[in-house]
């Protein structure tokens, strides 16, 4: 093949058109390409197994995430629990809605060919912008609720309720199935079985609006840019409190008559706060590439300058994204022993009726 036709070629892979890429060609031409290109087609490849994986992986794992936290027996708060388990529900969402109807579709888009003829596809970006809003907003006002239990206990009493926790949630749904309603009218209803951040057919008036440009800018920005900010300040917050706490009660041990091996106290909010972190870190550090990516595509459009991000990021800030949605039951498990327990029982209920049948 002549270096014009690979440019052409990835001329369309890069608008997200063709994925007939495949194994043989990326080793037959392996050495005449790119690194971005190389990256970029090696990405490919790999979601063609990855994301069949983390299907099959992330429906069940959330289900059982739901089931456990639902019975009440892991030794968490209702408050707590009620938001672990919207955050699985929503995960949950995003799997099938997205991972299975939108990204394995388009992965293997030789064999969806029939979606082009289902005129859908805006009512489904609806519903997969809203999951993933929910997802990410959920992670916020969890974050919050672990900010005021252990940062305002005057307030904590009356936010840090079950009933609280139900009413926050709802209103962030509600909000969300609202502000992504837009998308409904701005893309169209074919499917359009391109990897990019709008994967429906875009009318050429619409994407090249500033209208458009500023709709979708600030989509970005409240989701993940300024959850980012929010979880980022919150956990901050948390940790300064806690350290300014721990000194004030290691000075007041110091001063007392009483010989104990270790602050309860301290102990109890060390274990409290573990979960909080891991889970808001986790967050970060999976959703940080698509932010960056989709962030700097659209700022691009009201700018003159011509650095375009490597498409390899976009790609890599989907698996990511995507891999997010299925880390929390390994998180529970690791950092809740409880969890860890009810876990363990329930794989092995399914032997233990075989056993006794």
Known sequence: MEPNMITIDWNVTTMGRS?????????????RLKLAIRIYLALVVIQKIYYPILAVAGVPVNLVTIVILSRGKCGLSKCVTRYLVAMAAADLLVVIIDLILRQIPI????????????????????????????SVWFTVTFTFDRFVAICCQKLKT???????????????????CLKDITWYFMLMRGYSLANLPWFCNVD?????????GAIELLHYILTPGLPFVLILLLNVLIVRYIVVANRARRRLRDHSSEERPSDPE????????????????????????FMLYSIWMRVLGFTDQSVIPPVALMELGFMLQLLSCCTNTCIYAVTQTKFRGQLKN????????????
């Open 19 to 31: 994925f007939s890429w495949e194994f043989d060609y990326l080793s037959a031409n392996y050495n």
């Open 107 to 134: 992965v293997y888009s030789e064999q969806f060919i029939f979606l082009w003829h289902i005129p859908v596809c805006n009512i489904h970006a609806v519903l997969l912008y809203a999951a993933t809003d929910c």
């Open 158 to 176: 009356k936010y840090c309720t079950e009933k609280t926790a139900a009413v926050v949630l709802g209103t962030v749904t509600v909000l969300s």
């Open 204 to 212: 050429g008036s619409v994407q090249d609006s500033r209208v458009w």
């Open 266 to 289: 301290i102990t109890s909010r060390r274990k409290s706060i573990i979960l909080l972190f891991v889970i808001s870190g986790n967050f970060i550090l999976l959703w940080v590439m």
């Open 346 to 357: 329930m794989l092995k209920y399914p032997f233990s009726l075989l056993v006794k049948t």
